[in-house]
């Protein structure tokens, strides 16, 4: 186990014959500053690119963004049954699947629509923990 941040935590499993390094992070808040974003982002690229391309990688974790309903050109990367909305912060994490060619699980399979939210309080409802492979 290696903690590389306050944000990030990689763990290395061998399950079989197949090494598998797990990441769990917790991207900066909506509202938090570009540049803070740019370097979370920044470490997760750095990191996730020098695993060896036999290791399985799987992300999980608190990603704070809605990577919404639409593909729009992320195939391969988005699996078409998304929640809501995409923001500013659904795109960077489309872009770093993209980048690393990883897939948001999450929207990989049709759930039933009152199971699509994983947070609701008041009129706050929300999707944004996501699992990607």
């Known amino acids: 186990m290696k903690r590389v941040n306050e944000r990030i935590v990689c763990l290395k499993v061998l399950i079989g014959d197949k090494l598998v390094t797990c990441i769990c992070a917790c991207v900066p808040q909506t509202g938090r500053s570009p540049e803070e974003k740019d370097s979370f982002w920044d470490q997760m690229i750095s990191m996730t690119g020098s695993i060896p ?38 795109e960077w994490i489309l872009e770093f699947c993209d980048a690393m060619e990883l897939i948001v699980t999450n929207t990989c399979f049709k759930r039933q629509k009152n199971k699509l939210a994983i947070y609701v309080s008041g009129d706050t409802v929300s999707a944004i923990d996501y699992l990607l492979l």
């Open 53 to 90: 391309a036999s290791q399985l990688i799987v992300v999980g974790g608190d990603l704070n963004g809605h990577v919404g309903t639409n593909v729009d050109g992320y195939d391969g990367v988005h699996g078409r049954y998304g929640f809501g909305e995409r923001n500013a912060d659904g």
